[in-house]
Antibody
Framework: EVQLVESGGGLVQPGRSLRLSCTASGFTFGDYAMSWVRQAPGKGLEWVGF??????????EYAASVKGRFTISRDDSKSIAYLQMNSLKTEDTAVYYC???????????WGQGTLVTVSS | DIQMTQSPSSLSASVGDRVTITCQASQDISNYLNWYQQKPGKAPKLLIY???NLETGVPSRFSGSGSGTDFTFTISSLQPEDIATYYC?????????FGQGTKLEIK
């Protein structure tokens, strides 16, 4: 059974950093791209970015709203994807979901989400 | 970025009703369009991929159609468990973008 479990969310002050983890199980993690999608309280879904599998260079793509501040990485030996968030802003407050990306953008498997609150 | 305009933003219907949601892309996205259902406090669930293909395990009362810029999502006979917010998503171009959502309520 495919499972994705996010962790690392919490309350953080503006300008500070936070790292989210997405621990995967039930599939060969290294074969898949992994994406992050967020949802601000009471708002819609926003794609944050993704990391390709090593077979496709392990490269990353980001939404303009987070480019230069957020970094996605992966540790295939541990089946974990990371979202490093720096210079956090109040508008980054959201539930952050990780998803398994089959390369088509069709997200079947999602984690339960982890809430990040950026506030002083 | 490709803008996805979803309508209506909210909808109230009765059990058994046929419900239709539309999504318009700001440019041609071929059939690179998905539909998701999201219930409160839960992650989204993929219902329709590639505009018209039913995801495994999804009831056949859900369907999708369209290509290019205009897409339609239909529930043929609304059930109480269909109460949720529905989102379209394009994945033709990065950044992937979602519609603003349609909140479906029971009348």
């Amino acid at each position: 059974e495919v499972q994705l479990v996010e962790s690392g969310g919490g309350l953080v002050q503006p300008g500070r950093s936070l790292r989210l983890s997405c621990t995967a199980s039930g599939f060969t993690f290294g074969d898949y791209a992994m994406s992050w999608v967020r949802q601000a309280p009471g708002k819609g879904l926003e794609w944050v970015g993704f990391i390709r599998s090593k077979a496709y260079g392990g490269t990353t793509e980001y939404a303009a709203s987070v480019k230069g501040r957020f970094t996605i990485s992966r540790d295939d030996s541990k089946s974990i994807a990371y979202l490093q968030m720096n210079s956090l802003k109040t508008e980054d407050t959201a539930v952050y979901y990780c998803t398994r990306d089959p390369g088509s953008g069709s997200y079947v498997y999602w984690g339960q989400g982890t809430l990040v609150t950026v506030s002083s | 970025d490709i803008q996805m305009t979803q309508s209506p933003s909210s909808l109230s219907a009765s059990v058994g009703d046929r419900v239709t949601i539309t999504c318009q892309a700001s440019q041609d996205i071929s059939n690179y369009l998905n539909w998701y259902q999201q219930k409160p406090g839960k992650a989204p669930k993929l219902l329709i991929y590639d505009a018209s293909n039913l995801e495994t395990g999804v009831p056949s009362r859900f369907s999708g159609s369209g290509s290019g810029t205009d897409f339609t999502f239909t529930i043929s006979s609304l059930q109480p468990e269909d109460i949720a917010t529905y989102y379209c998503q394009q994945y033709d171009n990065l950044p992937q973008t979602f519609g603003q959502g349609t909140k479906l309520e029971i009348k």
